[in-house]
């Protein structure tokens, strides 16, 4: 990773790496769900009947259309999930098609991880920038990926600013803490150890259930060791 400076014994513990391991994860546990509630919402633009009438009925086409390329995507069939098969559409296409909706944005934000997951990190982003989603944790997760391929870029402060919105967009038990810790560990891998301190410091008063609290307490003790001289 193009941030990353070669790991000493604490730095093993935990990186960032393994964080969007652990995003992954969650996205895999939730998607069936969060998919099923997003196809439910319709946003409709435009007062005129005729237009929700129009908003409407695309949307459902757009329901019944992306269904094919979920089924690739969970199975990791990435290519076939983005460009589709010949008789079902992709992603891309389901993007290009309807974008406007509710399907449209969240096929936007798949695109965003199938891009991220075959390391095209400037199509990933620009896809997470673009996928405008009602979901509230696929947009702190959208947010939070931002992140994730900023990394990748070698953009550490913009990485930085992503992952603590993430953090900040909606409280939670499982997505403020983990990307806290990722916001810690780019500021801990630039030598600021002050907010290191602080984004560990989070973690440990505010979140004590975390599976990483123990490592942030460890994180936190250095950081505020080695940010003694910074302001």
């Known amino acids: 990773m193009s941030t990353k400076p070669p ?6 513990d935990l ?9 992954e ?16 919402v319709v946003v409709i633009v435009g007062g005129l009947l ?27 069939s990435l290519d076939l999930a983005i460009n589709g098969d010949g008789n079902y559409l992709g992603f891309q296409q389901v993007a290009d098609q309807y974008g406007g909706s509710s399907t449209g944005n ?22 997470y920038r673009e996928a405008d989603l009602d979901d509230d944790i ?17 953009r550490p402060q913009e ?11 909606v409280k939670s038990d499982y ?19 002050k907010n290191a301190a602080k984004c560990f410091g989070r973690i440990v008063s505010d979140y004590p259930g975390s599976p990483d609290l123990n490592t942030a307490k460890k994180y936190a003790a250095r950081a505020n060791a080695l940010s003694g001289g910074q302001s």
Not at 113 to 127: D, I, P
């Open 7 to 12: 790991a000493t014994s604490s730095d093993k």
């Open 15 to 23: 990186d960032i790496g393994e964080m969007y391991t652990r995003s």
């Open 25 to 40: 994860m969650f996205f895999e546990k939730n998607k069936k769900a969060v998919t099923i509630g997003l196809g439910a």
């Open 50 to 76: 005729g237009m929700k009438w129009l908003s409407d009925r695309k949307a459902k086409q757009a329901q019944e259309v992306i269904w094919k390329a979920q089924y690739y995507f969970e199975i990791d």
């Open 106 to 127: 969240l096929a936007k934000f798949y695109l965003g991880v199938c891009y991220h997951q075959k390391g095209e990190y400037e199509t990933a982003l620009n896809y």
């Open 138 to 154: 696929l947009r702190v997760m959208a947010t939070g990926n931002q992140g994730d391929v900023l990394v990748e870029l070698g």
């Open 159 to 169: 990485a930085v600013d992503r992952f603590m919105k993430a953090a900040d967009m």
């Open 175 to 193: 997505t403020t803490p983990m990307f806290l810790m990722k916001a810690g560990i780019v500021y801990q891998q630039q030598n600021d150890w």
